[in-house]
């Protein structure tokens, strides 16, 4: 069974640029969470995703990020536009049930 | 004070011996609690969760779950220099979220 992935794998883009991460969940889990985690810091819930509706996004940031799961399978997670402090390592989980959350390999994002 | 606290190590033991890992919470009402394991530059790999006090064992691994004392503990027996990580302790909030709160991590190195 194929785990979660994420696409890109590292990004690096400039201050004001649009940026969009992809989470792939583990097929057949309806719940999706995106995290993030900035440096020296912990690990910070963003928004869970049950199917392809928003359960929670009490996380989220500000308005600057944007999250989508259409059709209820993959993620996206945009930020628009991109700030220095948006730099750190973006997590994407799934869960069948929910229970245990199985974590994706991650994106660093580089805000230069 | 942080809702979910851990001692940030690193925490050395010889091979063989057993590691013990803290980890307190603040939410009185949480319900699960999870421990993770994550390799530098890897993504938090989940190896035990606990939802009931009392103790549970799975290889070389035991959860311990005191919700009185909020207190959840991770014991790693016969201890590998493999197992050399940062253990992550997560607690799911007793807010009828399913978010996962993270400490800041233990890190674990195992002597040869």
């Known amino acids: 069974e194929a785990g979660v992935t994420q696409f890109p794998s590292h990004s690096v883009i400039e201050k004001g640029q649009t940026v969009t991460l992809r989470c792939d969940p583990i097929?057949?889990?309806?719940?999706l969470y995106w995290y993030r985690r900035v440096m020296g810091k912990e690990i910070k819930f963003l928004l869970h995703?049950?199917?392809?509706?928003?359960?929670?996004e009490s996380g989220m940031p500000n308005n600057r990020f944007l999250a989508e799961r259409t059709g209820g399978t993959y993620s996206t997670l945009k930020v628009q536009p991109a700030e220095l402090e948006d730099s750190g390592v973006y997590f994407c989980?799934?869960?069948?049930?929910?229970?245990?959350?199985?974590f994706g390999p991650g994106t660093r994002l580089t805000v230069t | 004070q942080k809702e979910v606290e851990q001692n940030s190590g690193p925490l050395s033991v010889p091979e063989g011996a057993i590691a013990s890992l803290n980890c307190t919470y603040s939410?009185?009402?949480?319900?699960?609690f999870f421990w993770y394991r994550q390799y530098s530059g890897k993504s938090p790999e989940l190896i035990m969760s606990?939802?009931?006090?009392g103790d549970k064992e799975d290889g070389r691994f035991t959860a311990q779950l005191n919700k009185a004392s909020q207190y959840v503990s991770l014991l790693i027996r016969d201890s590998q220099p493999s197992d050399s990580a940062t253990y992550l302790c997560?607690?799911?909030?007793?807010?009828?979220?399913?978010?996962?709160?993270f400490g800041s991590g233990t890190r674990l190195l195992v002597r040869p």
């Open positions: 989980a799934s869960s069948q049930v929910n229970y245990e959350q199985y």
């Open positions: 097929s057949g889990h309806d719940n």
């Open positions: 995703f049950v199917k392809e509706s928003k359960q929670d």
């Open positions: 939410d009185r009402g949480s319900q699960s």
């Open positions: 606990i939802y009931s006090n």
């Open positions: 997560a607690v799911e909030p007793g807010d009828s979220s399913y978010k996962l709160i």
